[in-house]
Nanobody
Framework: QVQLVESGGGSVQSGGSLRLSCAASGYTYSNYFIGWFRQAPGKEREGVAVIGSDGSTTYADSVKGRFTISQDNAKNTLYLQMNSLQPEDTAMYYC??????????????????????WGKGNQVTVSS
């Protein structure tokens, strides 16, 4: 059974940084996409960044140049380094995974409903 557990959220001031982690267990797929999604109150869940089993990355335009997604396969852990945080980045951040992967990262990050495995989420709050 796949389990995803996020950590690392919190509260920061505008311009600050946070790093989210997602520890994956029961996950042995060789062909997958895993990534980060977020949902602010009253808004739909949106893709932030995804990474494929081949290491390819896709980012939402709103976070390009500020956020970096990476994975440590030896530790089965996904990361999201978030720099230059802004109040509009405030949301619940979720780790999600899907396998097997048939399409591109660009296709997947825009369609959170395609991801079967989800963490419980971690709150990120950015104050101005």
């Amino acid at each position: 059974q796949v389990q995803l557990v996020e950590s690392g959220g919190g509260s920061v001031q505008s311009g600050g940084s946070l790093r989210l982690s997602c520890a994956a267990s029961g996950y042995t797929y060789s062909n997958y996409f895993i990534g980060w999604f977020r949902q602010a109150p009253g808004k739909e869940r949106e893709g932030v960044a995804v990474i494929g089993s081949d290491g390819s990355t896709t980012y939402a335009d709103s976070v390009k140049g500020r956020f970096t997604i990476s994975q440590d396969n030896a530790k089965n852990t996904l990361y999201l380094q978030m720099n230059s945080l802004q109040p509009e980045d405030t949301a619940m951040y979720y780790c999600a995974a899907e396998s097997p992967a048939y399409y591109s990262g660009y296709y997947y990050y825009r369609r959170p409903w395609l991801f079967r495995y989800w963490g419980k989420g971690n709150q990120v709050t950015v104050s101005s």
